[in-house]
Nanobody
């Protein structure tokens, strides 16, 4: 069983930055694909970014490309989401997720096995 704990959310003004962290309790092959999703209450969940640990490769959704970056620290079993140039439409609950995946299947979409509790990001103008 893998537990994911997110941190780093908060309130920021337009144009500001935040870095979200998601610490996994343990690294296993069942969690070699880690991702970030976000959801606004009443709306569908949106995939933001994914990181395939085996090849240190990443995928970022078009909606945040150029502003958000996903990275991973092997020593800490922690995935990060660096968010720059934040806009009001980035306001959401952000969730970390993990699953067993391959290079081609590690995308911020579909079913994930493990989920964190979420961290709120609020961007105000």
């Amino acid at each position: 069983q893998v537990q994911l704990v997110e941190s780093g959310g908060g309130s920021v003004q337009v144009g500001g930055s935040l870095r979200l962290s998601c610490a996994a309790s343990v690294y296993t092959s069942s969690s070699n694909c880690m991702a970030w999703f976000r959801q606004v209450q009443g709306k569908e969940r949106e995939g933001v970014a994914a990181f395939y640990i085996g090849l240190s490769s990443s995928t970022v959704a078009d909606s945040v490309k150029g502003r958000f970056t996903i990275s991973y620290d092997n020593a800490k079993n922690t995935v990060y989401l660096q968010m720059n140039s934040l806009q009001p439409e980035d306001t959401a609950m952000y969730y970390c997720a993990a699953k067993r995946g391959g290079f081609s299947s590690c995308r911020p979409q579909g079913d994930f096995t493990y989920w964190g509790q979420g961290t709120q990001v609020t961007v105000s103008s």
